[in-house]
């Protein structure tokens, strides 16, 4: 294998390796991306590391993978998956024969792990790191939630409208400004209005009982 001497293709290994190992971890394959990724790393080490001597740097790469998986089925905030990813490339570089060839292999890693991202377009997902993704969808919610309630306290309130209804526009209410509508109602800006109702962020108002329309 002194094809593997060339760096460039010590980058592809290391590349598409990484992108069948990460794919593996990623979506439901069988199997068979795993098997493809160690298949490719076998290779890699096998030419690059020579005796006994040379294991530390597999056990390295691998205690790096296991990191990136506990990272996912555990803790789910990719914090320690950084760390498996730095012993990664530690793993790889340090065998190479040159900074080239190690530069070459640490973008293998890293190129090969956001590709592996492509394979959630094809493929099921796994059920790792859903924790980032239900905590964001939280926030998400509590974040409407909170819009949603400060909205609703707005109900019966009375402001001005601060541009033309036709018929959306904007009223004023202790001093902040909310987009509105009012209905098929036609306002003049200045017309003192009330809070209908509130249906999730939208806002109806209407002309304020016993109110003309301001002339200003």
């Known amino acids: 294998m002194a094809w593997l001497d060339i760096s460039s293709f010590g ?3 290391i590349f598409l390796a990484t992108t069948f190992l990460i794919g ?17 790393m076998a290779f890699y080490f096998g030419h690059h590391i020579d005796g006994v001597s ?15 998986i506990f990272d996912g089925k555990v803790i789910s905030d990719g914090t320690v998956a950084i760390f498996g990813i730095v012993l990664m490339i530690i ?29 959630l377009k094809v493929f ?21 939630n ?12 009375e402001g001005k409208a601060i541009t033309d209804f036709r018929p959306t526009g904007t009223i004023e209410i202790e001093g902040e400004a909310y987009s509105a509508t009012s209905g098929g109602q036609w ?23 016993g109110e003309t329309e301001s002339n200003e």
């Open 187 to 209: 306002l003049k800006s200045g017309t003192k209005v009330t809070v209908d109702n509130v249906d999730g962020t939208r806002i109806v108002v209407r002309q304020k009982a």
């Open 24 to 40: 593996e971890l990623l979506v439901k394959s069988k199997g068979i991306f795993g098997a493809i990724g160690i298949l490719l």
């Open 91 to 119: 793993g790889v570089a340090v065998p190479t024969p040159d900074m080239v060839y190690g530069l070459l292999v640490t973008m293998g890693i890293i190129l090969g792990g956001f590709s592996a991202a492509l394979f």
């Open 124 to 144: 099921p997902r796994r059920e790792l790191w859903t924790k980032i993704t239900l905590r964001d969808r939280l926030s998400g919610e509590e974040g409407y």
């Open 11 to 13: 980058f592809l290994v």
């Open 146 to 157: 909170s819009i949603n309630e400060k909205y609703h306290e707005l109900v019966g309130k």
């Open 54 to 68: 040379g294991l530390w740097v597999i056990i390295l790469y691998v205690a790096g993978l296991a990191l990136i």
